[in-house]
């Protein structure tokens, strides 16, 4: 395949060049240090038409339909009129594989609606790195003209906190039954989600679900609440389509409701500080490794803590050491 220069793709892209997004995409998720550059470029470029959608992060344990929920929920958002772009987050498909294929045959109706542009993401590698290119591929949709993005990812431990930098509104989702559904949600999950959805209630018994939905509410309001408000639960099947027209109201009233009250802008302005200072965190580390100083003395630390003849704190404060007396680093 031809690759374009940054400015020919991002007018490309603007044009609504489905080819260009998916090539513009690549760019933005390949590790190249080339790639990296042009990357940064397309994204500068298309920076300033990007930023008016809403954002939906999907999130949920594997197997609970996040991907059947995204293929309801995409189709009734394009039904109202919007253009829906899915990108699909696993962190695990680097080892597991085969699920970045399941996701899109989970997406049938979806993936080939020309109203939508459905990308599996190959992740693996730093959490850090997956949240950087989630983003920029969200920039490069916004900029395509998709109005809706929905991101799924996998809501397991620190991933967590990067789908809440990503979104404007978090859904979690859950599976209906027994109960018991608080049972293996971290608390840091649950405390991220805007909206909690029980899903496959069509398994579900009605006074099962009833309970389960009344006692997952009564729960929410002992969280802090999030946003300044305490999540809503609500009930849907996404193999029938059953609720989902009710929960595609009230998390388009929240956005609506968000982006007139500026709370919307805020939390962008409040992701943006926190990827500064994450990336400046990086680029610190990054740095210091390549202090010629520290990179001198360090096999000899390293030695010696190995062998137990140096503390390790001793160890770090006396490299420090060598940064602060103001070495110049390496060329
Ligand atoms: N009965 C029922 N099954 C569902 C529902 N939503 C998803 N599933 C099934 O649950 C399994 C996992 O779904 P998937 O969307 O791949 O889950 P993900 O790993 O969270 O993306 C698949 O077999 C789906 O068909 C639902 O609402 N009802
Ligand atoms: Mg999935």
Not at 153 to 158: A, E, K, N, W
Not at 183 to 190: A, E, L, N, V, Y
Not at 305 to 330: K, N, T, W, Y
Request: negative net charge.
């Amino acid at each position: 395949m031809e690759t374009r220069d940054p400015p020919d793709l991002a007018q490309a892209i603007q044009a609504g060049e489905r080819v260009a997004l998916a090539q513009g995409i690549t760019r933005v998720e390949s590790g190249r240090p080339n790639d990296r550059a042009a990357a940064e470029q397309l994204v500068q470029a298309l920076l300033p038409q990007a930023g008016r959608s809403f954002r939906y992060g999907i999130t949920g344990i594997p197997g609970v339909g996040k991907s059947t929920f995204i293929e309801a929920f995409g189709l009734d958002l394009i039904e109202r009129g919007h253009r829906v772009a899915v990108l699909a987050v696993d962190p695990s498909s680097s080892t597991s594989g085969g699920s970045i294929l399941g996701d899109k045959t989970r997406m049938p109706r979806l993936a080939v609606h020309p109203a939508a542009f459905v990308r599996p993401t190959a992740t693996g590698g730093a959490l850090g790195g997956l949240a950087r290119r989630t983003r920029e591929a969200m920039i490069l949709c916004e900029a395509a003209g998709y109005d809706r993005i929905l991101i799924e990812t996998v809501g397991v431990g620190q991933n967590e906190l990067a789908v809440d930098r990503l979104a404007d509104l978090t859904l979690l989702l859950l599976v209906s039954g027994t109960g018991d559904e608080l049972q293996g949600i971290k608390r840091g999950i649950m405390e991220t989600a805007d909206v909690l959805v029980i899903n496959k209630i069509d398994t579900a018994g009605t006074t099962a679900l009833r309970s389960a939905t009344a006692d997952l509410q009564q729960a929410v309001h002992f969280l802090p609440a999030h946003r300044g408000r305490h999540p809503k639960v609500l009930a849907v099947s996404s193999l029938t389509g059953d609720g989902i027209s009710a929960l595609t109201d009230h998390v388009e009233e929240l956005l609506n409701a968000d982006r007139i009250a500026g709370t919307m802008e805020h939390g962008r302005r409040a992701q943006a500080l926190a990827w500064m200072q994450d990336d400046l965190d990086r680029g610190l580390v990054e740095l210091g490794r390549e202090h010629a100083d520290l990179r001198a003395a360090l096999p000899r630390m390293e030695s010696l803590v190995a062998s137990g003849r140096m503390d390790p704190f001793q160890a770090v404060s006396a490299l420090l050491e060598l940064i602060r007396r103001g070495a110049e680093p390496l060329p």
